[in-house]
């Protein structure tokens, strides 16, 4: 029984498109997040959000947008995809209340041609 | 600016002996390190926590070790088995505001040679 599941798992796609990920977790958490794997392999969060408040990391370019239509679901719209996009994204979840063990879905390697 | 650094990428050990992973901070406000563990096109595990209020924290074979006047923390498995062969993730994070945000590290991939 998957706790955070990510669809799709490779993401194929050109230049200029419009492309989303999305993310479902069925463990109750309040707190999802997005995190970009990028080649030199750094794991970086690009936006934490609950049902209260969105933090997104400055340097995330505002192509980049998170929808959530339900606690349980954090999809990643992408706009006008770049060459540099290329990366592995996974999503992430937590308890609320400064829990900080976050708990990974499997990634999205996304490449961009 | 690396805040969260694991400076070995690499580390090899033979099963049965101790695996020694380092990671080491420069953010002052960072109070609360994590391991996780990483295999091949899965997402990381959470394997670990200490907060700085304690200097080590032992959960079976994994136990970690907080040197906060070093700013530096290590991970240690013993024994090492072949199953604990993955990338293993250092991170970081404040307390109060902002606690949601994980700073990690570049990764140290360990290899237990049978």
């Known amino acids: 029984d998957t706790a955070v599941s990510q669809t799709p798992k490779y993401l194929v796609t050109q230049m200029g498109n419009d492309k989303s990920i999305k993310c479902e977790q069925n463990l109750g958490h309040d707190t999802m997040y997005w995190y970009k794997q990028d080649s030199k392999k750094f794991l970086k969060i690009m936006f934490s959000?609950?049902?209260?408040?969105?933090?997104i990391n400055e340097t995330v370019p505002n192509r980049f947008s998170p929808k959530s239509p339900d606690k349980a679901h954090l999809n990643l719209h992408i706009n006008s995809l770049e060459l540099g996009d290329s990366a592995v994204y996974f999503c992430?979840?937590?308890?609320?209340?400064?829990?900080?063990?976050?708990?990974f879905g499997p990634g999205t390697r996304l490449t961009v041609t | 600016d690396q805040q969260v650094k694991q400076n070995s990428p690499s580390l090899s050990v033979q099963e049965g002996r101790i695996s020694i992973l380092n990671c080491d901070y420069t953010n002052s406000m960072f109070d609360y390190f994590l391991w996780y563990k990483k295999y091949p096109a899965e997402g990381p595990t959470f394997l670990i926590s200490?907060?700085?209020?304690?200097d080590k924290n032992e959960d079976g074979r994994f136990t970690v070790f907080l040197n906060k006047s070093a700013k530096h923390l290590s991970l240690h498995i013993v024994p090492s088995q072949p199953g604990d062969s993955a990338v293993y993730f250092c991170?970081?994070?404040?307390?109060?505001?902002?606690?949601?945000?994980?700073?990690f590290g570049k990764g140290t991939k360990l290899s237990v040679i049978p």
């Open positions: 959000y609950n049902n209260k408040e969105l933090i």
């Open positions: 200490i907060s700085s209020i304690k």
């Open positions: 992430a979840s937590s308890p609320d209340g400064g829990a900080y063990e976050q708990y």
């Open positions: 991170a970081a994070s404040p307390s109060g505001a902002g606690s949601y945000q994980l700073t």
